[in-house]
């Protein structure tokens, strides 16, 4: 079973972030490998721990209580990059897994990438709806760009009481929070308050055992169905085939809207990896340039001394599926340059978000 461990830090002030509730039922000595490691974990002996679950995984390749397990651990050892990519694999293996999504949600928020924890608490919840910690944490997020927001409003218009009252708000909410008994840096267990799911009647299924303290027995798809691979779990249904419908166009059009502003104001703050976040990974890049070239040469050119302001006027948006096109008015000023063009982005959905793959000047 998963330790019930304080592991990552807190966004800023929510109660929660913890990942402890994803389980495995296992053979009696691969639950005692596992008991070994956690023990190691709790006395510090990190080393120790991450080699012990390298031979843990390497054994039981199959099952997602091995990386969990490190990804927890590469936490504790500072190591945030690595453990983003073992917890976005597990994404990957096992996308009908919430808790994976939350603690990536952790580590992008830690490092201010607001915008990539938004979107991996809202895909914790797309899988569940009635993930409670997955919407408290999404409140939290909400809570610190609005915070950026109004901040940002008033540098440019410092007299504006009304800005000025919504951001003491925000700021008394964010403090209320701190004194609700869990220190900044600190995760708290706390119980998952979702369902729990009903495994198929198969012999061969392993469903998910609860966690010995901190969450509600959770059992996900059996591990072989019939005519799957054996030992991995389905992926998650698909929105419209559990029955709930899809978003409407306005509701689209509204999120691209959303988007395109979220895009334009990470620019503006200079945060070059939320900014780049909104790129798909097949994005057409200007003349043909590799992906990482043309990465590298905006992070040089927005990382240049000086303030950056991007403002987006006039947006017209047109939803075709999974496409969509938005067309603005972009007004761009740095240190030493300014303009306003006619300016459209062609986004693609990618899971709950929608991502750029063209970007032209008209």
Known sequence: MFPTLPTLSRISFSRLMTGAVLSLLVSL???QTLTDIQALMKEGKLPQALTQIDRYIAAQPKDAQGPFTKGLILSEMG???D???VFSELTENFPELPEPYNNLAVLYAQQKQYDKAQAALETAIHTHPSYAIAHENLGDVYARLASQAYDKALQFDSTNRTTQNKLSMIRELISVSLRSGVKPGVVAAKTANRPEKTTVDDPSAKPLAP??????PVTPPPAAAAGGSAGKAPAAAKPDEAGKAEP?????????VKTVRHWADAWSRKDVNAYLAFYAGDFQTPNGMPLRKWETERRQRIDKPGKLQVDIEDIEVSVSGGTATARFRQRYASATFRSLANKTLVFVKSGSRWLISRERVN
């Open 29 to 31: 000595a691969h639950a």
């Open 79 to 81: 190591r945030p990059q």
């Open 83 to 85: 453990a983003i990519k």
């Open 211 to 216: 966690p010995p303290v901190a969450a509600a």
């Open 248 to 256: 409407s166009a306005a509701e689209a059009e509204d999120e691209i």
